[in-house]
T-cell receptor
Framework: GAGVSQSPRYKVAKRGQDVALRCDPI?????LFWYQQALGQGPEFLTY????????KSGLPSDRFFAERPEGSVSTLKIQRTQQEDSAVYLC????????????FGEGSRLTVL | SQQGEEDPQALSIQEGENATMNCSYKTSINNLQWYRQNSGRGLVHLIL?????REKHSGRLRVTLDTSKKSSSLLITASRAADTASYFC???????????????FGQGTILTVHP
């Protein structure tokens, strides 16, 4: 596709459920980032992939959060045993080179945990 | 939180007026960028200024960077109602900086432009 695609756009989960959020980056983009954006705040870094390698997961808030990009293209962010504080918009971004500056963002997946 | 600081938090102006938003950060940087986010949408890159640059222009946008004060400003001239959005600064680099462009975002300025 022409841009970064994320699904689902909206997800409502009951506390304790597992969720999976998908990101399709722009074709050929090497770098992929996941960010978490709480209401009224700026995005906060979660994790970074260079192709299939997860090089930085320092922003993942707990071991309930897990991300993968097994073939170096599509990525999935999984949250196990969701808690109310996990409610946020999860943004995926990609870039063509390892170091290019500009990131291309998807529309985000809004997660609401009840 | 490691977020940068932006001010004002909210700005309300009339069409045709200029809008200025400020960003401060705490670490050394490789570059600083500005992004725009319409309500419920993703972020769109506006402009990037490198640490060795002091000013940059793109259309109606003007960005300045003062590395001695660790601050940047975004000026939107002759604003339009369609400029209504949230604006975020984001910076890459720092003492523990990475080589892959990990960005730290500010908390954003909500700009409302009235027709």
């Amino acid at each position: 596709g022409a841009g970064v695609s994320q699904s689902p756009r909206y997800k409502v989960a009951k506390r304790g459920q597992d969720v999976a959020l998908r990101c399709d980056p722009i074709s050929g983009h090497v770098s992929l980032f996941w960010y978490q954006q709480a209401l009224g705040q700026g995005p906060e870094f979660l994790t970074y992939f260079q192709n299939e390698a997860q090089l930085d997961k320092s922003g993942l808030p707990s071991d309930r959060f897990f991300a993968e990009r097994p073939e170096g293209s599509v990525s999935t962010l999984k949250i196990q045993r969701t808690q109310q504080e996990d409610s946020a918009v999860y943004l995926c971004a990609s870039s063509f080179r390892v170091w290019t500056g500009e990131l291309f963002f998807g529309e985000g997946s809004r997660l609401t945990v009840l | 939180s490691q977020q940068g600081e932006e001010d004002p938090q909210a700005l309300s102006i009339q069409e045709g007026e200029n809008a200025t938003m400020n960003c401060s950060y705490k670490t050394s940087i490789n570059n600083l960028q500005w992004y725009r986010q319409n309500s419920g949408r993703g972020l769109v890159h506006l402009i990037l200024i490198r640490s060795n640059e002091r000013e940059k222009h793109s259309g109606r946008l003007r960005v300045t960077l003062d590395t001695s004060k660790k601050s940047s400003s975004l000026l939107i001239t002759a604003s339009r109602a369609a400029d209504t959005a949230s604006y975020f600064c984001a910076y890459a680099g720092g003492a523990g900086g990475t080589s892959y462009g990990k960005l730290t975002f500010g908390q954003g300025t909500i700009l409302t432009v009235h027709p």
